[in-house]
């Protein structure tokens, strides 16, 4: 597929371990040219943790961003030289305590596709324990299992408010819904 844009020019204007903010000056189709700044990101992972009598872990989450504690699942940004599933088990690992059984790949998508080549992938990870969290010092989270049912109805409900976290499930639904009646099945 053919770019629409054309990239003239392009530098890191800022960076930090996590990101850098790249500026790009761009010719447009019409000929103009513009700056466009993109947050570079290594992409992250997003997991829904599913227990064994098949609640979902959700955690509160302490945002300074928008200084509001916010209904999230465990995630984290990917580090060089960590494969999606290092990620996973690290970031199931810090926040929740947890280990899983498996982990399955649902998918991806972008969540700040405006402003950020972020790539967030979803992963569905089963027959979780939870255990003791290792959180990292300004990481204020509780841990909260839920049903899975209100787990998808707060995310249609926008109780949900990261957004990444509430697309996860409902992209998750129909897989989330399979593994949850087989959890039953075997807990009979």
């Known amino acids: 597929m053919n770019a629409p844009y054309k990239t003239l020019s392009s530098r890191v204007a800022w960076s930090c371990p996590w990101y850098s903010v790249r500026q790009d000056e761009i010719a447009l189709p019409d000929g103009q040219t513009a700056v466009y700044n993109v947050i ?7 997991i829904i943790p599913l227990t ?21 699942l465990p995630a984290g940004g990917l580090k060089e030289g960590q494969s ?12 929740i305590g947890s280990t899983a059984a498996a982990l399955q790949y649902v998918g991806h998508f972008y969540p700040t596709n405006g402003v950020s080549n972020e790539t967030a992938h979803v992963f569905i990870a089963s027959g979780v324990t939870l255990g003791r969290p290792q959180h990292e010092a300004v990481e204020l989270i509780e841990i909260h299992p839920t049903p899975l049912a209100e787990a998808l109805r707060m995310a249609r409900a926008n109780e949900i ?6 697309l996860a499930l409902l992209i998750s639904e129909t897989k989330l819904n399979e593994l949850s009646k087989i959890s039953q099945i075997d807990a009979d």
């Open 52 to 72: 064994g009598d098949g609640q979902i872990v959700l955690i509160r989450h302490y945002r300074h961003t928008v200084q509001d504690w916010c209904w999230e």
């Open 40 to 46: 570079q990101h290594p992409g992250a992972v997003f």
């Open 161 to 166: 408010s990261d957004a990444p976290s509430a």
């Open 84 to 95: 999606l599933l290092d990620v996973a088990h690290e970031e199931l690992r810090e926040e």
